[in-house]
């Protein structure tokens, strides 16, 4: 079921168009994200479903009720803010209780509620203490117990983890999860964070200039990203442009621009369909090469890259290899510090194979 609509969204400030004709559909139940470098717009689109910002154009709907013009505390919405906003002279319980005293609930709904609310984010044994007496996480935690007192439909988080250290994002993220499957209503999630975004997700939507670039899953937009921008944006990548010299069935051949004759050939199936003579650009992310000093027997000599090693960084998990391939230079993850088939490492200046599968990278249509 659809949760929001947004149609022809725009918001211009003073000439400077901040969000540009978005349209997407929510579902209910959904962790949503918009995902995007700074000043792309997605605070500004947040802020338009808040009701805090009003759309110069376009319409927000919520089911079926058009909310565009409805003040934020009529929406059934709540906003999680990045520095939490928590009341500093309240204590932990009076800040999440503050929603339903608002609207003069029964005193005793109102302890059973908080009560709730303060064992969902594990908060019940501070419930009275003061907000500078909690950590940066506590903090966090109380701010969604009060933005979700109220029982939203849609709670709006606007990089909510920002101001939280490494360790406890990556805790805070399984947190929010964990929350988000336990209440089941719809998250929107704000973030220029790709693995924030990448790992909390239903969907995400990559946004750049006010526009949304690409949406989907987040699998889907790391493996098959449909811009030079996506792919550039989401992970890292090789990216390499790059003529079609011929098609056939569904396996596009490409001449590698690195001046020494080499091509790749890239199993086109759920790709879009190129032109011989076409101008493009291939998608060829570093974990997916192998990198080897012996040459693969096995693969017919397709996309095979004679190359030799510039750089080498040892990231612990990985190690990554800068391989110049004539006027190239390919970026390649290990997972091995040492050499792939046999057991000495790779050197500087070595040279050296690199190799990968037909349906290891992804065609995009730009250059
Ligand atoms: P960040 O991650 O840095 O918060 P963002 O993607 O959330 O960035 P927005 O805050 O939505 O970006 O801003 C988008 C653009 O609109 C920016 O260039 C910003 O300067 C501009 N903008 C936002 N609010 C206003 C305003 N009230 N008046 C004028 N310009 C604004």
Same mark, same amino acid.
């Given at each position: 079921m659809e949760e929001i609509r947004l149609e022809n969204l725009s918001k211009d400030f003073d000439g400077f168009v +901040?969000?540009?004709n978005v349209s997407l559909a929510i579902q209910s139940g959904e962790l949503f994200s918009f995902l995007?470098?700074?000043?792309?717009?997605k605070t500004t689109l947040l802020r338009m479903i808040a009701g805090f910002e009003i759309p110069s154009t376009g319409r927000i709907l919520i089911g079926n009720t058009d909310?565009?013009? %409805?003040p934020p505390y009529k929406r059934q919405v709540n906003t999680i803010f990045q520095n939490y906003? %928590?009341?500093?002279?309240?204590?932990v319980f009076d800040n999440v209780a503050f929603g339903l005293r608002i609207r003069k609930s029964p005193k005793n709904e109102i302890k059973n509620r908080v009560r709730e609310m303060l064992s969902l984010v594990k908060m019940e044994d501070q419930a009275?203490?003061?907000?500078?007496?909690?950590s940066g996480g506590q903090k966090q935690r109380v701010a969604i117990a009060r933005a979700l007192i109220n029982q939203p439909k849609v709670l709006l988080l606007d990089?909510? %983890? +920002? +101001? %939280?250290?490494l360790k406890l994002r990556q805790h805070m993220l399984i947190e929010l999860m964990n929350i988000h499957d336990a209440v089941g209503i719809t998250f929107i999630y704000v973030t220029h964070d790709q693995g924030e975004a990448m790992s909390i997700s239903d969907r995400v939507a990559v946004m750049n200039y006010g526009n949304i670039i690409q949406e989907g899953p987040p699998d889907d937009i790391y493996e098959r990203p449909n811009s030079v921008f996506s792919a550039y944006f989401i992970g890292e990548t090789n990216l390499i442009s790059g003529e079609v010299i011929s098609i056939e069935d569904d396996y596009v051949q490409i001449r590698c621009?690195?001046?020494?004759?080499n091509s790749f050939e890239i199993d086109s199936t759920f790709h879009f369909q190129p032109n011989i003579g076409q101008e493009l650009t291939v998608s060829l992310r570093p974990e997916k090469i192998a990198i080897s000093r012996n040459k693969p027997?096995?693969?017919?000599?397709?996309?095979i890259l004679r190359g030799v090693i510039e750089d080498i960084l040892y990231l612990g998990s990985h190690t990554q290899y800068i391989v110049r391939v004539g006027a190239l230079k390919i970026r390649v993850f290990s997972q091995?510090?040492?050499v792939y088939f046999d057991d000495t490492a790779l050197d500087w200046e070595e040279p050296v194979w690199l190799f990968w599968h037909d349906t290891d990278s992804w065609l995009i249509n730009e250059i």
């Open positions: +901040a969000v540009e995007g470098p700074s000043g792309c717009g909310i565009t013009d %409805l906003s %928590l009341f500093p002279h309240m204590t009275n203490k003061f907000p500078e007496q909690i990089e909510p %983890l +920002a +101001a %939280l250290d621009p690195d001046g020494t004759g027997r096995y693969q017919d000599d397709i996309n091995h510090k040492r």
